[in-house]
């Protein structure tokens, strides 16, 4: 079920989601917090590739000092988010004038 979050629930998850992967505590989310997290999500049988996680590290870590804090971590969620926003509009779908493109 998809839900329509105002501003203070994107807050909130964000929060949420961030604390959990701040494992720690200690304000940011470091490389170990990020490679423990994408081994909780991964098969069993699958291992973490060390340039996976550097390369989700780097895309996020905006500032360069290895970790991610909450407001790189907020951006990259945002953007993604974004990115996925505008990927659906680009989609042609069945009711859509680009679907329909060579049908008769």
């Known amino acids: 079920m998809v839900k329509n979050m105002n501003?203070?629930?994107d807050e909130g998850?964000?929060?949420?989601?961030?604390?959990i992967l701040d494992e720690d505590g200690s304000g940011s989310i470091e490389r170990?917090?990020?490679?423990?997290?994408?081994?909780n999500f991964s098969k069993?049988?699958?291992?973490?590739?060390?340039g996976?996680?550097?390369a989700l590290l780097q895309e996020a870590d905006k500032d360069?000092?290895?970790?991610?804090?909450?407001?790189?971590f907020t951006k990259a969620m945002?953007?993604?988010?974004s990115e996925h926003a505008e990927q659906a509009q680009e989609s042609p779908t069945p009711k859509s004038?680009?679907?329909?493109?060579?049908k008769k």
Do not use: V
């Not at 170990?32 to 081994?39: P, S, T, W």
């Not at 945002?78 to 988010?81: F, P, S, T, V």
């Open 7 to 9: 501003q203070k629930d």
């Open 13 to 19: 998850t964000l929060i949420e989601a961030f604390n």
């Open 32 to 39: 170990g917090e990020l490679r423990a997290m994408m081994k």
């Open 44 to 50: 069993a049988t699958e291992e973490i590739d060390d």
């Open 52 to 54: 996976e996680i550097d």
């Open 64 to 72: 360069g000092d290895g970790q991610i804090s909450f407001d790189e």
């Open 78 to 81: 945002l953007a993604d988010e």
């Open 97 to 102: 004038p680009k679907w329909r493109r060579g």
